[in-house]
């Protein structure tokens, strides 16, 4: 079963709204999680790092204020795509390190968001 | 330049075909690599590690050249649940992230 978990898997949501993703570690604490986008036809692409207690790590060319990305505790991140637009609609994915140092990542499901 | 570069394909082959990949990357300080297999619209999954020695799992055999920065990745006797975007993935030192390919995506034909 999937050790990380994110929802909502699809949303659709109006031009100029705001809309939230959860990413969720679920039998590990991950003190790191990575968002990243994926347009149609091309590679996951990171958006930022994600540290638990502290402020995230934005790629450059990512807008900080627009990407909204909060790590409460070691099991939760969330993404708030803020005053959403046509063009943010993408594939949005999440991972996580397990274990300190480990190098094995686990992903989301990957949330569909549709910005009409 | 790309961190990872990945011919993007598409590769079409039969049935029982033998195919590779190959992915160069760009930092020599790179320490661990990686083949994800994605299916459409779905999240990547980890196929493989790749060691220094080279790796086999089954079908799937990864090989990793430090001298020349490159990785592949060999499938033997294709099948057709095989089709899916590969990705070539390194992870780099201290970096605390992945770098991906853009992938290449495999078409396996009856």
């Known amino acids: 079963g999937a050790v990380v978990s994110q929802h909502p898997s699809w949303v659709i949501c109006k031009s100029g709204t705001s809309v939230k993703i959860e990413c969720r570690s679920l039998d590990f604490q991950a003190t790191t999680m990575f968002w990243y986008r994926q347009f149609p036809k091309q590679s996951l692409m990171l958006m930022a790092t994600s540290n638990e207690g502290s402020k995230a790590t934005y790629e450059q060319g990512v807008e900080k204020d627009k990407f909204l990305i909060n790590h409460a505790s070691l099991t939760l991140s969330t993404l708030t795509v803020t005053s959403a637009h046509p063009e943010d609609s993408s594939f949005y994915i999440c991972s996580a390190r397990r274990g300190w140092g480990g190098n094995t990542i686990y992903f989301g499901e990957g949330s569909w968001l549709t910005v009409v | 330049r790309k961190e990872v570069e990945q011919d993007p394909g598409p590769f079409n082959v039969p049935e029982g075909a033998t195919v590779a990949f190959n992915c160069t990357y760009s930092?020599?300080?790179?320490?661990?690599f990686f083949w994800y297999r994605q299916d459409c619209r779905k999240e990547p999954k980890l196929l493989m590690s790749?060691?220094?020695s080279g790796n086999e799992d089954g079908r799937f055999t990864a090989q990793l050249n430090r001298a020349s920065q490159y990785i592949s990745l060999l499938i033997r006797d294709s099948k057709l649940s095989d089709s899916a975007t590969y990705l070539c993935?390194?992870?780099?030192?201290?970096?605390?992230?992945?770098?991906f390919g853009t992938g290449t995506r495999l078409t396996v034909i009856p």
């Open positions: 930092n020599s300080a790179s320490q661990s």
């Open positions: 790749v060691y220094s």
């Open positions: 993935v390194v992870d780099q030192t201290g970096a605390n992230n992945l770098f």
